[in-house]
């Protein structure tokens, strides 16, 4: 679906305008004449974007913003104030009241479009994080995310890509006791530098001597590791096209020397507080991912992801002839354990077994806890020799030491184990398991304690 913009003017010429120019880019447009039709639109609509004018009766711009940004459900609307005020106290007064950027009037068109389509790209990709947030929220493997909004944009760590020293300095002093600022004058060690230390902010000079700033904004936002951070740019008057190409590869924000150290902190703080509620989130997500992927009570891998995991690494040992094993390993007379000493004694069972079990396998290999307590390891380029050693020395691993209890005291405990190697010929994820799970019953069969290989 396309970003919807609300655009709110008091002057209609004005609102019909900016409407003409975002249809003409296919966005959907809702308008307000006021800040409180502004709200009542915001309390009924799905709202991506708001372009919202300084200057109204009744309650203006600012107002309007703060409105927006202090109700949790349009919080994270971004907020562009379009204004013909050129002061940079009115920036500042419009940061701090939740305005996400500025544009002035008259209103450039490539402006206009260009800062409606970053905004909209940030507002895009939180719904999608707090969509997914939320859905793990009601499965019961994530908790809600929280974050201070009044604190989040303090104490951060900044980097600054600036190799003239007097204009690195004002900005060391401009942020001096609320940020932690490093400085670094060539661009290439600035993105090895930003790559080992977790910054919250790159403010990169466009001005560099004998560098291109926008390169190395380029490159942040090319390398996994550090392309969510935000950067602002520091651009000179008049310099729109560069302006433009930094905003259009996703620079976040700038500022026009000479630099106001008001702005400059209002800027930074919003930025940094962004940056923080996306990781929020971002963890949120990978926690949720991880919590569906494990076992919750031995931290190994569970039976949905040993199944993916096993088909994929069966496929590639078909492709390069290379040899794959499957070991399955079951603890012997678990039921007693359970009948004899309770189920939190049979817990704690699983959970030192799983030690064990993890302690004794390679980094290569997959170990997993199939359910119940029977375990699997998959071991990539490990062929069938192979295999019975690694479970021979897991059988021993188990045998050698007892369990300790949670009433104090100890059990000695065995496992039977089962091996089968692939069948380049016949096999597929199933089969394999299944010839694996043979050799399991027959040690059992044939005593437990012990291990069987597959002899197919």
Same mark, same amino acid.
């Given at each position: ?20 120019r975002l249809t003409a880019e296919y966005f959907e447009v809702l308008t307000a004449y006021s800040g409180h039709e502004a709200l009542e639109v915001l309390a009924r609509e799905r709202v991506d974007v708001v372009l919202l004018d300084v200057m109204m009766p009744g309650i203006d711009g600012f107002e309007t913003a703060r409105r927006i940004k202090s109700n949790p459900r349009t919080q994270h609307v971004p907020i562009i104030m379009v204004t013909a005020l050129d002061q940079a106290s009115d920036r500042v007064i419009g940061l701090e009241a939740g305005a996400d950027d500025f544009l002035r009037k008259p209103v450039d068109d490539v402006a206009l479009i260009t800062r409606v389509k970053n905004v909209v790209r940030l507002k895009v990709l939180n719904d999608e994080m707090m969509a997914r947030a ?16 009044? +604190? /989040? ?7 600054? &890509? *600036?190799?003239? %020293?007097? #204009? @690195?300095?004002?900005?060391? +002093? /401009? ?7 490093? &400085? *670094?004058?060539? %661009?290439? #060690? @600035? ?19 004998? #560098? ?245």
């Amino acid at each position: 679906m396309t970003a919807r913009v609300l655009v709110v003017d008091d002057i209609a010429a004005n609102v019909k305008l900016l409407e003409a120019r975002l249809t003409a880019e296919y966005f959907e447009v809702l308008t307000a004449y006021s800040g409180h039709e502004a709200l009542e639109v915001l309390a009924r609509e799905r709202v991506d974007v708001v372009l919202l004018d300084v200057m109204m009766p009744g309650i203006d711009g600012f107002e309007t913003a703060r409105r927006i940004k202090s109700n949790p459900r349009t919080q994270h609307v971004p907020i562009i104030m379009v204004t013909a005020l050129d002061q940079a106290s009115d920036r500042v007064i419009g940061l701090e009241a939740g305005a996400d950027d500025f544009l002035r009037k008259p209103v450039d068109d490539v402006a206009l479009i260009t800062r409606v389509k970053n905004v909209v790209r940030l507002k895009v990709l939180n719904d999608e994080m707090m969509a997914r947030a939320s859905t793990s929220q009601q499965m019961g493997i994530a908790a809600s995310p929280h974050l201070n909004w009044a +604190e /989040a944009g303090n104490d951060g760590r900044i980097l600054l &890509v *600036e190799d003239h %020293p007097r #204009a @690195a300095q004002r900005i060391v +002093e /401009a942020l001096r006791g609320t940020h932690k600022v490093d &400085v *670094e004058a060539n %661009p290439q #060690a @600035a993105l090895l530098r930003a790559g080992d230390i977790p910054y919250d902010l790159l403010i990169v000079s466009l001005a560099l001597q004998d #560098a291109d700033g926008l390169r190395l904004c380029s490159q942040v936002r090319s390398l996994d590791r550090i392309r969510h951070m935000p950067i602002i740019i520091l651009v000179e008057e008049g310099e729109q096209a560069r302006l433009l190409r930094g905003l259009d590869m996703g620079v976040n924000d700038y500022l026009t020397r000479p630099v106001d150290k008001n702005e400059l902190a209002a800027r930074v703080r919003t930025q940094i507080t962004r940056k923080r509620y996306s990781d929020i989130l971002r963890n949120r997500i990978e926690e949720s991912v991880e919590m569906a992927i494990t076992d919750g009570l031995t931290g190994l891998y569970n039976r949905r992801y040993m199944e993916t995991h096993l088909a994929t690494l069966i496929t590639q040992a078909h492709d390069t002839g290379r040899p794959l094993s499957l070991l399955i390993a079951d603890i012997d007379h678990f039921k007693r354990v359970n009948d004899t000493h309770g189920h939190d004694a049979g817990d704690a069972v699983l959970r030192e077994f799983a030690v064990r079990f993890r302690r004794n396998t390679r980094g290569i290999d997959l170990a997993c806890r199939l359910g119940g307590e029977e375990f699997v390891v998959i071991m990539p380029e490990t062929d069938l020799r192979r295999a019975y050693q690694i479970g021979e020395r897991l059988r021993a691993t188990i045998a050698a030491e007892t369990f300790a209890l949670t009433n104090g005291g100890d059990l000695r405990v065995t496992a039977s184990v089962g091996v089968a190697a692939v069948n380049f010929d016949t096999d597929s994820p199933t089969s394999l398991y299944k010839r694996a799970d043979t050799a399991l019953y027959a040690a059992k069969r044939d005593g437990r304690n012990r291990v069987i290989a597959d002899a197919a």
